[in-house]
């Protein structure tokens, strides 16, 4: 699984990372900076909570069979 977040749409809203700490950074300004990263499957589902909190809907998780 790929996090995809559209940094456009990004407001700082930073629920992403207060649902799911162990899956999504915020940078010193308060914004999501996970775009790019892979998820390891033990923590797809705190990505799918933590993505769907997203007030913005920024986020966007791409699962694929290349990537785990
Ligand atoms: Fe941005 Fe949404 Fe997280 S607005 S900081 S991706 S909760």
């Known amino acids: ?7 456009q749409v990004c407001a700082g809203h930073a629920l992403c990372a207060a649902k799911a700490p162990d899956v999504y950074r915020l940078d010193d300004e ?3 900076c ?4 892979i998820v390891p499957p033990q923590l797809h589902e705190q990505a799918r909570l933590g993505a769907r909190h997203c007030p913005e809907a920024a986020i966007l998780l791409v699962v694929d069979e290349d990537t785990p």
């Open 34 to 37: 996970s775009d790019g990263a």
């Open 30 to 32: 308060g914004y999501c």
């Open 1 to 7: 699984m790929k996090i995809v977040v559209d940094r």
